[in-house]
């Protein structure tokens, strides 16, 4: 052809034309929907797709957020190691502090790309997201079902040939990584039952809030031996994953917290979170019905997390009080409740293995008011008496509120406390009423000569009870050993 003769269609020719192959393709679309069955469609789509493919080297994954109606593990962990690996030169980010917790979180803005090397691989992560009409999810940590207007999904690219090493060793390489982050961003958290899990359904029956409890071991007012033997206990623990499985048990282990009220069972347990970075699930046993239900509680708790049933013994004597109400009034009081064996079977038998890593403490002030079947071993692998103040322990806590490690009233300090019965929670009390040391372990001085005093007072009350009692019954039993005169007269006249 020559080209001075050669000469471009005019404007209206190539619209013309481009109409033309629109409506043809639109006639050959409809022509395809209405006589090809939707499978047959389906099934020449995607070989179109795949003869499309054999001449590309990419491969490309598609992480959506939800597998079916549930959460996709994948989708989230690419989301927090992303924000690990994004540019500084990027354009976009999204960046969010989620309710309830400190730290921001920093991920990929929709339609954005963030490339990775692993292993001398090159990859592309793409973000997308688009609109589709309403569904509705079940969202772990909400009663009610969320709605859902959009569909997100993760693509990640790279050449075919790394296919398997990224599906066996890049993608559990993620994973990993999104484990140590979470667990090193950790919002520490304590957990409470919510009110509407009586109402049925399948979500989450915990709430939780921010723990923010600034007890430690180093604040702690309890004998330094003990302390150090706890800290060695829970360090060992934590450690022996493969010793546990070894040897056949559940990764567990169980702590029972005994001792007057305010001697810092509370503070202990709050002290053992911070320092394993461990969430705490508050477990009120009167709040439970029935057995399967406090089952369905222990497999809906984390691992690496410690489950707390306070005042053990009060939560028994109410089952047992109610149960015998129920003997009483069948008709008043018709549900179940939680039994020994439920409780029992919750600490050491089939269902304690239901998670791993996990940390059961009970708490009580009488100790001798368990059933035996509790302190069996194996159950409460740890007894730890939270006795009253000591001299080590007012020490610790002079130096928490005064911030002193030596003073002359020390001694008789330490004295009146070997002599007093009192908690760390009456000395702690005492040592705020000033800032001034002389002041404050002057103050103290008199509270333990007063308490003193008075626990020497209730002890000759108690004594003297004690001995009026005796007397009581000595005389009861010599009055009943004494015939009546009604009885020697009939014995007389019978003889």
């Known amino acids: 052809m020559d080209r001075k003769n050669f000469q471009m269609p005019s404007t209206k020719t190539m619209i013309s034309a481009a109409a033309s192959l629109a409506g043809s393709a639109m006639l050959i679309r409809s022509i395809i929907r209405d006589l090809i069955p939707p499978e047959l469609q389906h099934y020449l789509f995607s070989r179109f797709r795949g003869l499309l493919g054999s001449f590309t080297s990419e491969f490309t994954l598609v992480i959506e957020e939800f597998d079916g109606f549930g959460h996709n593990q994948l989708f989230r962990a690419a989301e927090v190691y992303l924000g690990s690996v994004i540019s500084p030169n990027a354009q976009r980010l999204r960046v969010t502090l989620p309710n309830k917790e400190s730290k921001m979180s920093i991920t990929m803005d929709r339609n954005e790309d963030v490339a990775d090397t692993f292993n001398g691989v090159s990859l592309k992560w793409t973000f997308i997201s688009r609109s589709i009409p309403t569904r509705y999810f079940n969202d772990p940590d909400n009663y009610y079902s969320m709605a859902k207007s959009e569909l997100k999904f993760f693509q990640l690219s790279f050449h075919k040939k790394h296919k398997q090493m990224v599906l066996e060793t890049y993608l559990p390489y993620v994973l990993e990584k999104f484990k140590s982050m979470k667990e090193t961003n950790k919002t520490l958290k304590i957990h ?159 269902w304690s293995s239901c998670g791993d890593e996990r940390i059961i403490v009970f708490t009580t002030n009488h100790k001798d008011k368990l059933d035996p079947a509790l302190l069996r071993p194996g159950r409460m692998d740890m007894h730890i008496n939270m006795s009253y103040c000591t001299p080590c322990g007012f020490k610790m806590l002079a130096s928490n509120y005064l911030e002193i490690t030596n003073h002359p009233l020390f001694p008789e300090v330490e004295n009146l406390i070997l ?65 009546e005169k009604g009885g020697e007269v009939e014995i007389k006249m019978i003889r």
């Open 419 to 483: 002599e007093a019965k009192v908690t760390p929670a009456e000395v702690g009390e005492q040592l705020m009423k000033s800032e001034v040391p002389d002041i404050t372990l002057e103050g103290l001085i008199r509270f333990l000569v007063e308490k003193k005093e008075s626990d020497a007072a209730k002890a000759r009350e108690a004594e003297l009870e004690a001995a009026r009692a005796r007397d009581k019954e000595e005389k009861e039993k010599d009055e009943s050993g004494k015939p």
């Open 192 to 350: 409470t039952l919510k009110f509407e899990r009586l109402q049925g359904g399948s979500s989450d029956p915990w709430q939780s809030v921010k723990l923010d409890h600034p007890a430690t071991f180093d604040t702690l007012a309890m004998d330094s031996e003990l302390k150090r033997t706890l800290m060695n206990d829970l360090e060992r623990f934590v450690k022996r994953k493969g010793f546990y499985r070894k040897v056949g048990k559940a990764w567990k282990r169980g702590y029972l917290l005994f001792g007057p009220p305010g001697t810092g069972k509370s503070s202990l347990i709050a002290a053992m979170a911070n320092y394993l970075n461990f969430d705490i699930y508050d477990l009120e046993l009167t709040d439970l019905r029935c057995n399967s239900e406090l089952r369905k509680l222990l497999i809906s708790t984390a691992n690496r997390s410690i489950l707390v049933v306070e005042d053990i013994d009060c939560s028994l004597e109410l089952q047992d009080r109610l149960a015998q109400a129920r003997m009483m009034n069948p008709h008043r009081y018709q549900t179940s409740q939680v039994t020994l064996s439920g409780l029992l079977n919750f600490i050491d038998g089939l």
